[in-house]
């Protein structure tokens, strides 16, 4: 792990750093819930959005690919969890073997989506993702005749929780220290992808296609395993949500929520997987402390609420989105190679 | 038959809103090679600028064409405003950007558009006011609205103005160098910003007279009407060859048609009944549908990505290079 971080000859600072960041992650839950319980929730989502933004970031950062149909992979992780483990089917797999399944099926949607598409230039595939994202919820919306899969616009009810032989995770707490491992496992392997053959063979590609060609990159297979990948941790993450939330229904998988996690990695920083957790934590949490604030100053200073704190919320996203690409292309902590492309072409 | 010709009609009219839509979407791309995501929501904006003018002038009791006239009158300006304040504040500072910048930030004015029309017009499907008239003519047992004949008529007519002021004067002269080679059209003394300003005010007034049609076509109107119809629309340019503007007529009714059949059809072609497999359903005469036409939104998809993947450049457009 060292070597990712700048020690200036003190390997020990980093592991006293490690030891705080730790010791804080694992205390965080009990203050938070000194607060109110809805913050370790807060966090929880929050992490969730996290594991999406880095599996995302594999696409869109590593890559170069811009998807903005993400939020189906999450969808079928979600849908594939809520099918095994719910009395919708009367299944009630465990979710270890489940989550697997669902990052597998996940993947293999990315491939289904890849394979014709990943030639289009960057633009068009971008225009084919968003597509694909809506007609994935389409056919969840519409799967409830003439056979019931999905059971409609109604949703799933009554999803399992994680268990494991004597423990249930039942409590956000419980599915705070769950998320953060899973997460902090994403972490790993991204960091680990980042500099492996194939995430230097994905950047190649990101730079010069041709030339990676030239070079004798797989680049139709690499761009790929790109979308495998992002769609696999997506699945996953979809699996978590669908336990913790108990329920779900394609409301959760709209356009919107692509758009989001899009936002999450530009803001960030295209590629810097720092950045893009830094992007997911801010926009998970930026707008909850909205909502808390904002209700109450619009009360006191017009004496109702005139704009939904919701409204602002997305008014912010898309701020955000036009003022970094205007002002700052390569995200608020930009990785140096995606930092320098940018920057060239603008100047 | 009657289904047949029937949704020959609809998807004619459908048609060619999605190909006055695409326009805008081809225009743009044409000459900076921007898809302009959010020029479904100038769509949205017309339709609900209109709206908001017509409910206001309907206690007047002036005429019903009077009243939508001023209404779309209202509309297009407004429209033309947003078209230029975006290029203008989002895609003209990116011009030398690599291409997802200007992309990012088409989504993000279109997410701005979308949320400040929620927060204007609240986010309630809103029915757009029936006062127009309508008579129904059967023409070989299709039934078609004076609605239906007065869209049509109206679009063919903005597709043959644009052609004639793309083709025949000398602003489409400078469109169509600045198009070709936007550097070599500058040292020819085309004023490159003012062209590029105005193909996006004439694509976002194109939109705003869509969006009325629409709203008046469909009876409704909802801030988030603009991404489906944007996509859809997008699509049909797509398919008649991004950049080109007879492809995105031609793409548009297209589009329009297969869609239209494509919902009346699906549900015979999807019934496992008529293939003739033995399912207890379909004894006495049942059915066993697999897809009915709540599917309908998926087919601009399905056709957009089949384009995409055999004919990328598109039924009219000429072959463009691979890099992006």
Redesign the interface.
Known sequence: MIRYFDTKGKPWLVWVGFALLGLSLALLPFALAQIGTTWVRITNYAILYVMLALGLNIVVGFA?L?D?GYIAFYAVGAYVYALLASPQFGLHLPFWVILPLGAAVAAFFGVILGA??L??????L???T???G??IR??L??LS??VNITNGPRGITGIDPFALPGLRFTTAIEYYYLLLVVALLIIVVNLRLQNSRIGRAWEAIRED??AARAMGIDTRNLKLLAFAMGASFGGVAGGMFSAIQAFISPESFV??ES?MV?SMV?LGGMGNIWGVILGALLLSFVPEILRWTVTPLQEALFGRML?EPE?IR??L??????LV??YR?AGLLPSAVRKR??EE??A | MDTFLQQLVNGLTAGSVYAVVALGYTMVYGIIQLINFAHGEVVMIGAMVAFSVINLLVPTGLPALAIVLIGAGCAVPLCMLVGYGMERLAYRPLRHAPRLAPLITAIGVSIILQHLALMIWSRNVLAFPQIIPSRTYFIGGAAITTVQIAILAICLMLMASLAILVYRTPLGTAMRATAQNAQVAGLMGIDINRVIAVTFIIGAGLGAVAGVLFGTYYGLAQYTMGSVLGLKAFSAAVLGGIGNIPGAMLGGILLGLVEALGAGYIGDFTDLCVWGLPLEACEGGGHFILMGSNYQDVFAFIVLILVLVFRPQGLLGERVGDRA
Do not use: C, S
């Open positions: 170069g811009l903005l014709p598409t030639k289009l230039r960057g633009d068009y971008a225009i084919v968003l597509g694909f809506e007609i389409i056919f919306n519409n005749q003439p296609e041709i356009l919107v758009i899009v530009v704009i409204v997305m008014l996203f898309g701020l955000a989105l036009v690409m205007l292309p492309e940018l072409h603008v």
